[in-house]
């Protein structure tokens, strides 16, 4: 049986300590943590549009029109509105150059 | 800066010794000198808690829209500090009102909880500001955690009216008709007696909401201000 | 539990709970302004050295 070459050997092993830091920081930084809890923070922000879109859908694929779920397209356009028009209003104010 | 501290330490303390007495007198009209309920019995007085809970909420909700608002417009700490603040109580509030309806619903619903529209309502409500206060602790530059805070203030409190309607149509559309009452108070035949505790309660719970308002709109501002000292310092 | 058990339970919490956020808030206010009187005594004195 060969041995591996010894420079092989301590090139594994440093290769696994900078994988182990490098995995330990990359859990560590709250910029991670963030970017995993964003969708959560804006998760009840979009309920309306996830129950509207469940509705909608529903009808649509049951009887192939919206008929009782006309509100519920009603409600995703009212949202579509004001998002829409608050993004544009808030643009400026938000983004910084 | 210590003198100008004094006359609104002063202030603060007598609103808080107002809100104590409205509290104890809503406490005693609320408890002993109201009726109880035709049907709920004696677990309606939950509800001189529950109504003003809610409310003080909302108002909390909504001056946490102001001040989201006119940081983004104006960009002056004081503003980024009242959306803190009602931020914090607004969630304290919410947890209230969720815990005291649980306690209401068990000897009149039979059930701790229920994804009844209301209470869905409540809980996304809850989630949404807690929510705002993590997203603040998490981002670490003072500045951008104010500015994403302050949108998730403003889309958080517009989206509410949007979240209830929602709610309300998947909960008690396509359903059988409910055994469960929805919370509703009667004001058509209400004991005058029980509208006198529900008021002073309600001023009770405003009083002692802005007090708490005044104390942690000072803890932020004093945060603040320790902040820019050491900066100044130079760490 | 009767029903004064689900009033007093109601009660009990809740200005337990306001008491407790109001002990919290006026401690995390005084080590708050005793941080900011420190610093305004290390300002002072740094002054008087100055002058």
């Not at chain 1, 949202?79 to 028009?85: G, K």
């Amino acid at each position: 049986m060969r041995r591996l070459p010894s420079t092989w050997r301590t090139d594994f092993c440093s290769d696994i300590r900078l994988l182990d830091s490098a995995f330990v920081r990359f859990w560590a930084t709250a910029g991670l943590i963030l970017a995993l809890l964003l969708p959560l923070v804006l998760f009840p922000l979009m309920i309306p549009v996830i129950l509207g879109t469940i509705r909608c859908m529903e009808n649509i694929l049951r009887m192939g029109e919206l008929g009782e779920a006309l509100p519920w397209l009603r409600l995703l356009l009212g949202f579509d509105v004001i998002f829409l028009t608050l993004g544009v209003l808030l643009f400026d104010h938000v983004i910084e150059s | 800066m210590k003198k100008g501290a004094q006359p609104i330490k002063k202030r603060r303390g007598i609103l808080g010794a107002l809100a104590l007495i409205a509290i104890a007198v809503g406490l005693y009209r609320g408890l002993a000198i109201a009726p109880p309920d035709a049907y709920q019995g004696q677990v309606q007085r939950i509800m001189y808690l529950h109504l003003p809970s809610i409310l003080t909420a909302y108002l909390s909700y909504f001056l946490v829209f102001i001040g989201s608002g006119m940081y983004l417009w104006k960009r002056e700490k004081r503003d980024d500090i009242l959306a803190h603040s009602a931020a914090e109580l607004g969630v304290l509030f919410t947890a209230l009102t969720i815990i005291e309806g649980s306690i209401w619903g068990r000897p009149t619903w039979g059930v701790w909880w229920t994804w009844d529209a209301r209470l869905t309502l409540t809980a996304i409500l809850l989630l949404i500001y807690i929510g705002y206060l993590m997203l603040r602790s998490l981002i670490e530059d003072e500045n951008r955690a104010a500015s994403a805070a302050a949108v998730l203030g403003i889309i958080g409190f517009l989206d509410i009216p949007l979240i209830h309607m929602s709610v309300y149509w998947w909960r008690t559309l396509h359903q059988p008709p409910s055994i469960l009452q929805p919370n509703k108070a009667p004001w058509e035949n209400v004991h005058p007696s029980m509208l006198i505790a529900l008021t002073i309660s309600f001023v009770g719970f405003l009083l002692l909401y802005f007090y708490l308002l005044s104390l942690r709109y000072r803890f932020g501002e004093m945060r603040c201000e320790i902040k820019a000292r050491r900066l100044a310092r130079g760490g | 539990m009767g029903a004064w058990g689900f009033v007093g339970l109601a009660y009990g919490i809740v200005w337990g709970i306001i008491l407790l956020y109001l002990i919290s808030l006026k401690r995390r206010y005084n080590s708050a302004q005793a941080e900011l009187d420190v610093l305004s005594s290390v300002e002072a004195t740094d002054r008087d050295v100055k002058k």
